[in-house]
């Protein structure tokens, strides 16, 4: 059976229908350009009896893309048959598009990658208007560009400024956005008006040429030699390299194919387009981000850590204790996936402002043409406010997030439990006590998990499941679907102090902090976290966790090894944090002071203080980036080998994925573990060791590392 079925009507509308067998979704591999060449051919010998040709879908996507497996797969050696194959690709849609006939795409369902790009070569997109349909070109979020014409047909739809965001950042829009952008051309509210429709294009337009293809074309919003648009490009590159730190090179040339290629006629551009698109899948950053962000992260979705032999739960009400930041995070996150939520705090008052912060993100999405009014109000319908336990009634399960105060937590919870139904979850939210003290409350301790959310809850992704002595292996598989019901990403941990990321963080902002204490300048050290690629420098992160908190972090690490019977080592960085709040009075960001200066009418600045305080002059001289670089992230990956060693950790996909959605570990290097792997298990290992004699024992490579770098073995 053909991937793409040919039914050419009485009316002479030919409708290619892409129906690619044994997969759920249409995807560019060897199967679709097979059945794209023998239908090109086909269309071809059959053109005299066609009027125009619809393009659409069998399956619940229009069309979702390349074949990532595929381009994983492909390496150095294979680059002038990958290129070869690609054009090959993008002769027969070309081929189509300069056929003569109107070509339409009726998108049915969503259109991504080389999906959208096969709709761009179509001369009209009716898509239809429902706002669960995705459009984009996300290549770039996995290292490459896209390459099936993307970068060439968009700039000539729409102008170089407004394709930069989509191509760049690989945004990906509902079919109202894309109407608006003018990436799509009409709506439709059912698949047979979205029929109709396409026919009615090819009724009047019987003859049909791309804008790109008719003479005297003019590039939408100014060609890149247009004295205006040639001042914005001309610092394009500068203000990508500060983004992406030279570390990140995707949307470095997806900048360079969409402007070279605006500078020729398409068929050239399209060459150039594909040249980038070789380099960057046969390069190092595609391969780790292809390889986390798709085959980890969908491991991980498809059952990842969560206990096989239990039924999938779907869960209807959730309770909420503490409509705090968190809480009120947690609610809107719950409620609009349809699960009802009842928000408990100590006073209505508290409760219905947390419900207010719901109000504020739908209103937001109303305005924004993102959600109707009645989808606002019935996901606001499902939050109940409250001051009252026995509104817990009948809860599947109640997550706690009240104040961080274990008398506290272990009240609320011998308050609320008894209202669960019969196996109910208690989960609590706490960032920094231990699951297993807190579960002692638990009259059901069995029953007990934590879930570690992150500010903000509605946009960050992650949440860390973690795993008391007591909790069953029924009840992270249960807490593992609620995650997964909400839409979030869940990862499994095993109970230690910090869990997973917070654990590692916290070595990534005290060594930071530990360079201070050497004498280095504090805006060397900011550099460095961002070369690194973590989304702010260590400095800067301290003041907003609070240098008041991490002292009392501190405190409680030290008081549980000693209670241990262990010796606390003290880290460098802490004499630091402590004269900065015992000495200077800078607690932090929401002090308003600490390593940072907060004017009020002002952006905030490092603390000139600092330099007298801190810097040693014939150091701050001395110091080059990549060493300060490299602390920041060996530091940080050392201490995940550290969880992987001590089963804080379960397995890699975790690892990777908990890195960079919970930590900000820069996304091109594919995780902290796959950092290590990517610069090899042994010069990795070297390097540690070199890193520990010269800057101390946290750098000495774990166990676990040294038995992989012995037999010359990755993490897999
Ligand atoms: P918050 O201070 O914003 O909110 C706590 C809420 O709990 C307040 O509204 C308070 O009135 C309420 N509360 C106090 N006693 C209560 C009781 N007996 N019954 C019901 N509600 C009660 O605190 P936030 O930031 O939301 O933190 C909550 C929990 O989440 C803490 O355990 C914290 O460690 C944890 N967490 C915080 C993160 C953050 O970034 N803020 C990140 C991850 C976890």
């Not at 590692?504 to 004498?519: D, Q």
Request: aromatic share 6%; hydrophobic share 40%.
């Amino acid at each position: 059976m053909s991937a793409i079925r040919y039914e050419l009507g009485s009316d002479q509308i030919l409708t290619l229908t892409i129906d690619m067998p044994g997969q759920s979704a249409n995807t560019m591999n060897g199967a679709f350009r097979d059945a794209l060449s023998e239908t090109v051919a086909r269309v071809q010998s059959d053109l005299d009896t066609v009027r125009g040709i619809i393009i659409t879908s069998a399956k619940k996507t229009f069309f979702a893309g390349g074949d990532l497996k595929e381009l994983h797969k492909v390496s150095r050696a294979d680059a002038k048959a990958f290129e070869d194959m690609v054009n090959g690709l993008k002769a027969d849609m070309r081929a189509l598009e300069t056929c003569g006939k109107p070509v339409v795409a009726a998108i049915n369902g969503a259109a991504l990658g080389g999906g959208l790009e096969l709709a761009l070569a179509c001369h009209h997109r009716v898509v239809l208007d429902n706002d669960a349909i995705q459009l984009g070109l996300p290549e770039v979020t996995l290292g490459l560009l896209p390459g099936g014409g993307g970068t060439q047909r968009l700039p000539r739809m729409i102008g170089l400024e407004a394709a930069f965001p989509l191509l760049m950042e690989g945004k990906k829009v509902n079919p109202k956005a894309a109407l608006k952008a003018g990436l799509i051309d009409d709506l439709a509210e059912s698949v047979d008006e979205m029929i109709t429709k396409a026919r009615e294009f090819i009724d009047a337009n019987p003859k049909c040429q791309q804008p790109w293809d008719q003479k005297g074309f003019k590039l939408p919003g100014g060609a890149p030699h247009h004295p205006a648009m040639a001042q914005k490009l001309a610092i394009a590159p500068a203000m990508l390299r500060q983004k992406t730190k030279g570390c990140y090179p995707a949307p470095e040339r997806i900048l360079s194919a969409a402007v070279e290629g605006a500078q020729v006629d398409f068929d050239s551009g399209s060459l150039i387009e594909t040249r980038y698109f070789a380099e960057l899948v046969i390069g190092q950053v595609a391969k780790n981000m292809t390889g986390t962000f798709w085959f980890q992260l969908n491991d991980l979705k498809a059952g990842g850590s969560r206990p096989a032999g239990f039924d999938t739960e779907t869960f209807s009400k959730v309770g909420i204790l503490g409509a705090g930041m968190m809480g009120a995070g947690i609610a809107y996150s719950t409620a609009t996936r349809g699960i009802d939520v009842v928000l408990k705090d100590v006073s209505v008052e508290n409760a219905e402002k947390g419900k207010g912060y719901s109000e504020k993100l739908l209103a937001k999405k109303v305005s924004r043409g993102r959600m109707t009014e009645a989808r606002k109000a019935e996901t606001l319908a499902r939050i109940q406010p409250t001051d009252s336990a026995s509104d817990l009634e009948g809860c599947d399960l109640i997550i706690e997030a009240v104040f961080e105060d274990s008398g506290l937590k272990a009240k609320v919870t011998q308050e609320a439990e008894p209202k669960l139904v019969n196996n109910g979850i208690f989960a609590s939210n706490t960032s920094t006590i231990p699951i297993t003290q807190l579960a002692q409350a638990s009259g059901k301790p069995e029953n007990f998990i934590g879930l570690h959310f992150f500010s903000p809850v509605d946009k960050m992704q992650l949440v860390e499941i973690i795993v008391g002595a007591k909790t069953s292996d029924e009840t992270l598989a249960r807490a593992f679907d609620y995650v997964q019901q909400i839409g979030k990403i869940p990862i499994v941990v095993n109970d230690s102090r910090g869990f997973f990321t917070s654990r590692v963080f916290g070595t990534f902002v005290n060594e930071g902090i530990s360079m201070l204490a050497e004498g280095i300048h504090p805006s060397s050290i900011e550099n460095a976290g961002l070369f690194a690629g973590m989304p702010v420098g260590p400095l800067a992160i301290s003041d907003e966790v609070s240098l008041t908190l991490m002292q009392h972090i501190r405190a409680q690490s030290k008081n549980d090894t000693e209670a241990a019977g262990g010796v606390w080592e003290p880290h460098p960085a802490e004499a630091v944090i402590d004269r900065m709040v015992d000495e200077q009075g800078r607690k932090g960001k929401a002090a308003g002071a600490g390593f940072y200066e907060y004017p009020e009418n002002g952006k905030k600045h490092l603390w000139p203080g600092l330099d007298q305080l801190f810097v040693d002059n014939d150091k701050a001289h001395a110091v080059q980036l990549q060493d300060l670089k490299d602390r920041i992230l060996f530091i940080q990956a050392i201490e995940t080998v550290r969880c992987l060693e001590e089963g804080v950790l379960r397995n890699i996909e975790d690892a990777n994925i908990g890195s960079i959605f919970g930590i900000g570990f820069a996304a091109w290097t594919g995780g902290a573990i796959q950092f290590i792997n990517q610069y090899g298990v042994r010069a990795f290992t070297e390097r540690a060791s070199e890193l520990a004699a010269r800057y101390g024992e946290r750098f000495t490579p774990p166990g676990l590392l040294v038995e992989k770098a012995e037999g010359n073995a990755a993490f897999v």
